[in-house]
């Protein structure tokens, strides 16, 4: 299986874990009393879309590279993840516009059993978030990366919702709601998740050089091509879950140009045989001094 199809797969996965999830929080949180469920539930289903939107992006990228896109359509990646980031934004305002209304209205405190809801839905997430994640590393997918971030914020605005039903019983009249307060402060939580998704999209659509490690591979492959003498320049820029390398190799420049030609070649053809997940290679060649 490619790297296109796992990510698409895992992000399966998540649509149908985010549906059912929805439908649990939404009937526990309306019927258990907890606002803080509610707004987890709400969270879910923006999650349910977003999920579409990564999938959308992932089948769209996998299309091959034509005259208009010589590069191929990776660069919808980040894009997705932009429209993601709003979804995330936009439902953390409603969240916090919810919950203020909800602390200025006297309510009945949230029935016990949503605890026991609220365990298993936690356990569920970082599980998800953990197996997205890694399916996120592995394909080098951007949007799936965001995807996994929202089960873990899903996870954390959960945690905050068990502490403050908690609270809610534990100290009774008085402390109605302390779930609320609890969902005020996983909206902002959502925010601050938001800018962590979003920060590095922005980067990968500026083509910041951000692969340090990715650059230190190439320039210790392109030596163990023979007539390569060192390197020079080295950008690396991704678009999806390709990297696209532009590299100065140093060369005799006693050479003929059709050797110095034969060896671009083959340092190409050598980097993206040792190196996983190349696009286009461009060399130039240096003559040595």
């Known amino acids: 299986m490619n790297n296109e199809q796992a990510a698409i797969r895992t992000t399966y996965f998540s649509i149908i874990g985010n549906t059912l999830l929805a439908l649990i929080k939404g009937f526990a949180g309306v019927f258990g009393n907890s606002y803080a469920l509610v707004a987890d539930a709400i969270e879910s289903t923006t999650d349910i879309f977003s999920s579409l939107l990564v999938l959308f992006g992932l089948k769209y990228a996998k299309r091959p590279a034509d005259e208009n896109h010589p590069y191929g359509h990776g660069k919808i990646e980040p894009l997705i993840t932009f429209m993601v980031v709003a979804f995330l934004v936009v439902s953390a305002v409603f969240i916090a516009y919810e919950s203020i209304l909800n602390i200025l209205t006297p309510h009945k405190s949230p029935k016990p059993w949503t605890l026991f809801v609220l365990g298993g839905i936690i356990f569920w997430k970082e599980i998800s978030f953990r197996i997205v994640l890694k399916k996120s590393e592995e394909t080098h997918s951007s949007s799936l990366k965001a995807d996994a971030w929202h089960h873990r914020s899903d996870a954390i605005t959960s945690v905050m919702a068990f502490v403050g039903i908690?609270?809610?019983?534990?100290?009774?009249?008085?402390?109605?709601?302390?779930?609320?307060?609890?969902?005020?402060?996983?909206?902002?939580?959502?925010?601050?998740?938001?800018?962590?998704?979003?920060?590095?999209?922005?980067?990968?659509?500026?083509?910041?050089?951000?692969?340090?490690?990715?650059?230190?591979?190439?320039?210790?492959?392109?030596?163990?091509?023979?007539?390569?003498?060192?390197?020079?320049?080295?950008?690396?820029?991704?678009?999806?879950?390709?990297?696209?390398?532009?590299?100065?190799?140093?060369?005799?420049?006693?050479?003929?140009?059709?050797?110095?030609?034969?060896?671009?070649?083959?340092?190409?053809?050598?980097?993206?045989?040792e190196i996983r997940n190349l696009g286009q290679v461009l060399i130039h060649i240096e003559p040595s001094i």
């Not at 590095?200 to 490690?213: F, R, S, T, V, W």
Request: glycine share 8%.
């Open 166 to 273: 908690s609270i809610a019983l534990v100290f009774g009249q008085g402390y109605e709601s302390a779930d609320d307060w609890a969902a005020l402060f996983a909206s902002a939580f959502i925010l601050y998740n938001s800018y962590l998704i979003f920060r590095p999209a922005l980067g990968e659509i500026m083509d910041e050089q951000l692969y340090n490690d990715l650059l230190e591979e190439v320039r210790v492959e392109s030596l163990k091509v023979k007539g390569v003498l060192g390197t020079e320049k080295c950008f690396i820029r991704k678009a999806g879950m390709k990297y696209h390398i532009d590299l100065h190799a140093i060369v005799n420049g006693r050479i003929s140009v059709t050797e110095g030609h034969s060896i671009s070649h083959a340092l190409k053809d050598h980097l993206q045989k």
